[in-house]
Every structure is written in C-alpha cells, then in structure tokens.
C-alpha cells in the first residue's frame, strides 16, 4: 500500500472534502519536494510503449490529468513531475469568480467517488495566462480548458491562452439557471463559435457536456459539426446530478468510479458515431490500467482521471502507466493490438 493510502489519506479524509483540497494545493504549491520526489520515486513516464498522439499531440503516456484539479494554473510545476501524460488545467474563466456557496465537495467513499458543486470559481485569465507563461518549457504537454458564456467570450479566451498551451479544450457552458428537468443545449454557442476559431493554430478538444451524451441525436450533431469544422478531438465523460444536501447548492455532479460504466457507454457510443474521424478521449471514475484498456477498447486514444488523483495519491498515473506496461508486453500502445479500438463503422 502506498504511503498516501496508509497514512496521508486517512488524515485528510478526516477533514471536509473543501478543507482537504486547499491542504493539498498548498502542498503542492511549492515544487522543490515534488520535483525531487519525482525522480525519487520514478514517476515520470518515459517508456516509448507508452507513448500514443491525441489530438495532433505527442502524448509520453495515454493517462492524463483532467480539469479542475489546478483550476488556475498554480501548480503546473508540481504537477509536471507526477507522471501524468499531459495536464489539463482550468476551467480558466474569462474573469473572476467566486463560484457556488460552500461546502462544494463531497465524497463518496464506499464507491471512490466525489460529487462537486464548484459553480466553475475562477481567478480569470489574466491571472492563469500569468502563471502559464511563467511555467515556460514543459515536460508534458498542458491543454487549458477555457470556459464562458457566449461565443464571443469564449473565443476571446481562447486567443488570449492559445500561446501559453499546447492545445485548448473548450467548456460550453450554459448562461442561464436551468430549471428542474430541463437540459443545457449547447449546439447554438457551438454554432456560433466554431467558425471564430478557424484562425487558431493550436488543436481545439470539445468537451461534450454530460447532459449531451443523455440524447444520442444530439451528440451526433455535435460530434458531425466538430468534424466538419475540423475541431482535433472530443472529451467524453458521464457524471450526472443528484440532490446532495451536504453541499451549499443542494447539489452534486457525480465523478469518480460511480460514473465509470456510462462514461465508458458514452464513449463507446461517441466511437460508433465519430468512425474515427476525430479522436476521443475517455474520462470518468479510470483508476486502473483495466479501466485505461477498457475507455481505448471503447474508441478512445487517451484518458483523463481526477477522482482517482484524490483516493489513490501522486503516484496514480505512474502505477496505472506501470500496470499497463505490464498488460501491453512487448507491444505498444500505438500498435494494432488486441488492446486499441478498430474504428466502427
Ligand atoms: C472537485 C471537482 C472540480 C472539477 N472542476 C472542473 C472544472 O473546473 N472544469 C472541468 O471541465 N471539469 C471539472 N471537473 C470534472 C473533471 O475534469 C472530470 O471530468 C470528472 O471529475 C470525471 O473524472 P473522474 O471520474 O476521474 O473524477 C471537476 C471535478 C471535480 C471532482
């Protein structure tokens, strides 16, 4: 068992949910221990098995870190040393925000799972374009997710972060307060933006929003306009609300292993529809390498995790990089074998 799992887990479990996130941003705010544990314990991936290309990216290993863990770009130093093939940091919103009431964090330990009620807080652009350009020379590549209201905020966004990332992946968000059983539709913000990136010259990566994968019709429009408009991959989750009367909403999105089996569905209902014309990748409750070999067996290229990073430690992305190392032999992951989808269709 890990250090983490043995002593360090059970001491911030003991706290809130909110209050051990902080603890672990300010541990992971100074990168000296980080860096030096990295080499310490060989966390970086560099096994050229492992290496695989998502989204017109070179991808050391096919096991990323997803968004929100380093909401404003704070920690990418320390992140960097952990193993992760790539890292994707935000949602960096146009401008400040506080984000939802507290608490916003739950978890739900008997499944590995966490709920959240972020509300996307944010300390804005300005601030993440900061802390990106100080970062500079990058060991892994860094996808900033961007978020926003409209089209023409979340273009502005884009432009201004674009030079910083390695690619950008796209949040659409929905501007009003949805009422109960409504679903947020996110085509006409779609619409509008995909022809005010045609000047980019960094991959764009749309995250599909949970809501959408629930309607296949609409998923499929989504994934066909993508295409057309030559966007360079899709994020596909699951996750969904429940009443969580623990948070300051009343609310939670549901992430982590619960969401596992619909977010390897949607995956591979995404797979049946892109054919691969566009590369997919798989999110939602990976802790293991069989997770990992499940999401690309479904028609994903790559992966990224967050709640495994809370209930497993740092060492997360090299154990499940090991594991697959173990699983793939002599092959590679970029090899036609029995472990990488076939395009359907
Ligand atoms: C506390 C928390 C905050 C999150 N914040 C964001 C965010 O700011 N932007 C975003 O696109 N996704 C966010 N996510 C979703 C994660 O990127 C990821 O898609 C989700 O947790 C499912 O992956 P997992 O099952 O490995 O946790 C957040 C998730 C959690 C648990």
């Known amino acids: 068992m890990s250090f983490y799992r043995a002593a360090l887990r059970p001491l911030l479990f003991g706290l809130s949910a909110d209050t051990a996130h902080s603890l672990a941003h300010s541990g992971l705010g100074w990168a000296p221990p980080w860096q030096a544990l990295g080499a310490l314990q060989g966390l970086e991936v560099s096994d050229p098995r492992l290496r695989t290309r998502y989204a017109g990216l070179d991808l050391p290993g096919p096991v990323g870190l997803a968004a929100g863990f380093d909401k404003n770009c704070d920690l990418l130093v320390s992140l960097s040393c952990l193993g992760f093939g790539f890292l994707t940091v935000g949602t960096i919103m146009p401008e400040p925000r506080y984000g939802n009431p507290f608490p916003r964090i739950v978890r739900y330990e008997d499944t590995g799972s966490l709920g959240d009620s972020m509300g996307v807080p944010s300390k804005g652009r300005a601030y993440a374009i900061e802390n990106l350009r100080r970062f500079g020379a990058r060991k892994v590549p860094v996808i900033g997710n961007i978020g ?198």
């Open 148 to 345: 926003g209201f409209s089209a023409e905020e979340i273009a502005c966004v884009f432009f201004e972060v674009e030079p910083y990332v390695d690619a950008l992946e796209l949040s659409l968000m929905c501007p009003n307060v949805l009422g109960p059983g409504e679903v947020f539709n996110e085509l006409p913000v779609l619409i509008e933006l995909l022809p005010r990136l045609e000047a980019r010259k960094k991959p764009v990566i749309l995250r599909m929003p949970n809501d959408t994968t629930k309607e296949l019709d609409r998923m499929a429009e989504v994934i066909e306009r993508c295409i057309a408009a030559k966007v360079e991959g899709l994020k596909i989750g699951g996750g969904w609300k429940i009443p969580e009367p623990g948070l300051g909403t009343g609310s939670a999105t549901v992430h982590g292993r619960m969401i596992r089996e619909t977010a390897l569905a949607n995956v591979e209902a995404a797979a049946r529809i892109a054919r691969g014309r566009i590369p997919i990748k798989g999110n939602g409750g990976i802790s293991t390498a069989a997770d990992v070999l499940a999401m690309l067996r479904a028609g994903a290229c790559c992966v990224d995790l967050y709640s495994a990073f809370i209930y497993e430690g740092w060492t997360v992305a090299r154990d499940i990089h090991r594991e697959l190392l173990e699983t793939l032999g002599r092959s590679t992951l970029s090899s036609p074998s029995p472990h990488r989808s076939q395009p359907a269709g």
